[in-house]
């Protein structure tokens, strides 16, 4: 055999290990890009799925947290209805009584209303400066219907946590014809009257637990 021949043999004969040693790194480096590629696929199908699913429970919450309003609201008017027929019979029976005896019974029942009204007013005033907090009843944060239930809780009357809920329990009075002690009534919110178109109320987490004017959709209602 000529001597370049067998030379351009031995070249061939040693590359051919490295050249295939090469598609073989090539291959298992494509391996690598697919598995990592069908990896990420499938984590983002997953996280596609928990959206999904945490959209349907989302919306499914509040559904039911609508449901759930719409029948307290229900409840609510239901219960005052109530409270306000028996106001109205309890007017009907009390004319009927003689003039003397019912003008002793409206001084005796006004009297026992400003002494309990003035507890009502003297620890709302004592609050003043607190802290708001959702859920709060006191002694050192309130929300508004935990602020006016331990004020007049000082009065004797015991009240649910829930602003609707005492809304409920009283009725209307006109601004002009509202006392101190009275309670302040707007959406979603309760205070207590001061007098002069002024309150105390646990307004939000910013205000805190603050004496200022009544503000526009406020309304005044009497237990």
Do not use: W
């Amino acid at each position: 055999m000529p001597r370049a021949a067998s030379r351009s043999a031995a070249r061939r004969s040693a590359t051919r290990p490295a050249a295939t040693a090469l598609r073989a790194a090539q291959r298992q480096v494509l391996a690598v890009r697919r598995a990592e590629h069908a990896r990420e696929l499938a984590e983002k199908r997953a996280a596609a799925r928990r959206r999904a699913a945490e959209a349907r429970r989302a919306a499914a919450e509040r559904r039911a947290a609508a449901a759930r309003a719409q029948t307290e609201r229900r409840a609510a008017a239901t219960r005052k209805a109530k409270v306000r027929h028996r106001k109205t019979t309890a007017v009907h029976r009390t004319v009927s009584v003689a003039p003397g005896r019912r003008t002793a019974r409206r001084k005796t029942t006004v009297r026992r209303a400003s002494r309990g009204m003035s507890a009502v007013l003297s620890y709302a005033r004592a609050q003043v400066g607190k802290r708001y907090r959702s859920g709060g009843e006191g002694p050192n944060s309130f929300d508004c219907s935990g602020f006016t239930k331990r004020a007049y809780a000082q009065a004797g009357l015991r009240l649910p946590h829930s602003s609707g809920a005492q809304a409920a329990r009283a009725y209307t009075v006109s601004r002009s014809s509202a006392r101190p002690g009275d309670l302040v009534v707007g959406p979603g919110h309760v205070g207590v009257y001061m007098g002069g178109g002024m309150m105390i109320d646990a307004g939000n987490s910013r205000t805190g637990v603050v004496y200022r004017r009544m503000y526009q959709g406020l309304h005044i209602e009497r237990f």
